[in-house]
């Protein structure tokens, strides 16, 4: 089966700083995706990128980047130039072909002014 | 304006009666999938849809159903809603062009108490 672990519960950064959040996955299948979802206080879900398991290039989205680690079953996400905005519980998620999403518990991250 | 619709937004309910929880997405969506989020246990799936009358369980599908007759909706069903379903639901729907697994768009959630 496989499994989403974010290790880290909580994160802080200063403004306009960098922080990265880490996650890990365990999976046999060769093919599937990896997502970073954000949630601030009003609970909505939203998207901050997408990385397709078979693309080596690291996926990025303005400020945000990831390091996905394919061998090592990594997929870390580096926020640069912190923003007061950023503030939210980042979940780091793994979907397969067949439509099964599994998220990790969650990092808390806090951007201190 | 692309979205996903969940009704209703807040329930507060008791043991043992029935209800439904609506979804509805107006993307035409291939894929819509039902996830229950628990503090400190993140978003867990519950059932999902790849297409109209295909569904599939997730990792907690107990106690609770689904339909998908027509594409745009996938409502949720607790037959016999018990304590331990007190929770905050959210609906997603996504693509699947290619064959790939989209992004997923997410509803606003639903948040049930079950006294």
């Known amino acids: 089966a496989q499994t989403v672990t974010q290790s880290q519960p909580e994160m802080s950064v200063q403004e306009a700083e960098t922080v990265t959040l880490s996650c890990t996955y365990d999976t046999s299948e060769s093919d599937y995706y990896l997502f970073w979802y954000k949630q601030p206080p009003s609970r909505q879900m939203i998207l901050v990128i997408r990385q397709e398991a078979y693309k080596q290039q690291n996926a990025t989205e303005n400020r945000f980047s990831v390091n996905f680690q394919k061998a090592a079953k990594s997929f870390s996400l580096k926020i640069s130039d912190s923003q007061l905005g950023d503030a939210a519980m980042y979940f780091c998620?793994?979907?397969?072909?067949?439509?099964?999403?599994?998220f990790g518990q969650g990092t808390e991250l806090s951007v201190k002014p | 304006e692309a979205q996903v619709t969940q009704n209703p937004r807040y329930l507060i309910t008791v043991t043992g009666k029935k209800l439904t929880v609506t979804c509805s997405q107006n993307?035409?969506?291939?894929?819509m999938s039902w996830y229950r989020q628990d503090p400190g246990l993140g978003l867990r799936q519950i059932y999902y849809?790849?297409?109209?009358?295909?569904?599939d369980k997730g990792d907690v599908p107990e106690g609770y159903k689904v339909s998908r007759k027509e594409k745009r909706n996938f409502p949720l069903i607790l037959e016999s809603p018990s304590p331990n379903q007190t929770s905050l639901y959210f609906c997603a729907s996504s693509s699947t062009s290619g064959g790939a697994l989209g992004t997923q768009y997410f509803g606003p959630g639903t948040r049930l108490l079950v006294l």
């Open positions: 998620a793994y979907g397969n072909q067949g439509g099964k999403l599994i």
């Open positions: 849809s790849m297409n109209v009358e295909v569904t």
């Open positions: 993307m035409n969506h291939e894929y």
